[in-house]
């Protein structure tokens, strides 16, 4: 599916005629905007656990399509495999499209007021979403308070004075859920190493957030290294020297000798005859880094490096059994790098080993048969009507239950179903 550009029939030769094309651009988009989660809700609504089979249910308990709660108390629940199917359609993940369709469910069932004003255009659909991610955990008392209190300034009010508001709304109607907060409060400590996105040059973001003590502990403790490093010799700036110390915190924990770093690098032939870019890939975090950041790492003393034998994916291995044997495996998770169903990302060394055409006694199993699926998306293969095939290694068409079509391959999903105007007629 490609959406198209209509360019417009006079162009705009004046700054004031610009902000007002952009004006009137941004009110058709958010006018789709809230006529897609209208949709999402009609969705929901025609998935009710009316229409899952109860027989079929009731034997493939596990396994087969169940209702799922994706809003707050009292909104009906949802088939859980139409979940995968609208998602999909819109070009998200399954994760988010779940959280999306519980957004307008919430907003149709739980706060009426507010789903009122987002169906008249009233209100962005971001905004209204927003409040009800934040009402989904509260009573219907409690809900019914936030839509009668926010309604009529939904379009204008902050996230600040929304939280207050939900903060008062827990207050008056649900005060056991006020003080299971305030037990909780101690939970949101955090701490988080951002190894997903890992900058070109090797680096990686970290936050968090810590108890205060913990957090003038380690305040003092950075301080401390980067100061040693100043006196060491060390030039750099002081963000930089902080940033060292930290790691050297890291590396010197009486707990452990050393620090084993499994790296798994992809480099192209001409890399190891030194005539190419001298850059290589990081499976471990899906990023580009240079091969002289490679040669940091490996040349620290502080780090044993474990060089594995070098795969060879063009390689094809077969055995007759079922069972996925451990060197089709790596060949299939350093092929593909993460579930293949459509907008999946979940690494692969994470995902199950499915076979594309399912296996039978007389049937093999190879790289060219085998595909990484995370747990729910196999069971929506299995159980939910979704079929694939491999065009060809590491390339896959899917079809949804619906007819939609998917081409996934190592670079992402495109949406590739024809418009029903132009399918064939049966």
């Not at 009292?74 to 359609?89: H, K, S, Y």
């Not at 919430?106 to 008249?120: K, M, T």
């Not at 000798?257 to 990081?282: D, P």
Request: charged share 25%; hydrophobic share 40%; glycine share 6%.
């Amino acid at each position: 599916m490609t959406a198209t550009l209509t360019a417009p029939e006079t162009r705009p030769e004046t700054p004031a005629e610009v902000l007002a094309a952009a004006r009137a651009e941004k009110q058709v988009a958010q006018a789709a905007e809230c006529r897609l989660l209208e949709l999402a809700a009609e969705w929901a609504a025609m998935h009710s656990t009316a229409s899952i089979d109860d027989a079929a249910t009731h034997w493939a308990a596990g396994f087969g399509d169940t209702g799922i709660a994706v809003a707050g108390p009292g909104a009906p629940l949802v088939a859980e495999f139409c979940v995968a199917e609208f998602a999909a359609a819109v070009g998200l993940p399954t994760d988010v499209g779940s959280a999306y369709i519980g957004e307008a469910v919430e907003l149709r069932h739980r706060l009426a007021g507010l789903w009122g004003r987002v169906r008249r255009g009233e209100i962005p659909a971001w905004r209204a979403r927003r409040i009800a991610r934040q009402t989904m955990a509260l009573s219907a008392d409690a809900a019914a308070y936030v839509d009668r209190h926010i309604t009529h300034v939904a379009h204008k009010i902050g996230p600040v004075t929304t939280d207050r508001l939900i903060d008062e709304a827990i207050a008056r109607h649900d005060p056991e859920v006020a003080e299971r907060k305030r037990q909780e409060a101690a939970e949101r400590r955090h701490f988080v190493i951002d190894n997903r996105r890992v900058s070109f040059d090797g680096t990686s973001r970290c936050w968090g957030e810590l108890d205060l003590r913990d957090a003038l502990d380690l305040e003092d403790a950075v301080a401390a290294g980067a100061q040693r490093l100043k006196e060491a010799g060390c030039e750099e700036s002081l963000d930089v020297r902080r940033s060292m110390a930290l790691g050297d915190l890291a590396r010197n924990q009486t707990s452990k000798a050393g620090q084993q770093l499994v790296l798994y690098v992809h480099l192209a032939e001409q890399e190891l005859t030194g005539e190419g870019a001298g850059i290589a890939r990081l499976e471990n975090t899906a990023t580009i880094i240079t091969i002289d950041q490679i040669r940091e790492w490996t040349g620290n003393p502080d780090l044993a490096v474990v060089v594995k034998p070098v795969i060879d994916l063009a390689d094809h291995d077969r055995v007759d059994a079922y069972e996925v044997p451990d060197r089709i495996a790596e060949r299939v998770r350093l092929r593909d790098g993460h579930c293949v169903f459509p907008w999946c990302t979940r690494p692969a060394r994470t995902c199950d080993c499915d076979h594309v055409v399912p296996w039978d006694d007389d049937g093999v199993t190879c790289p060219c048969n085998v595909a990484p699926l995370c747990r729910r998306h196999h069971r929506l293969k299995t159980h939910g009507g979704w079929r694939y095939t491999q065009l060809e290694p590491g390339t896959f068409l899917w079809t949804s239950p619906h007819q939609h079509r998917y081409l996934v391959d190592h670079e992402g999903t495109l949406d590739v179903t024809r418009h029903p105007a132009h399918r064939r007629r049966a």
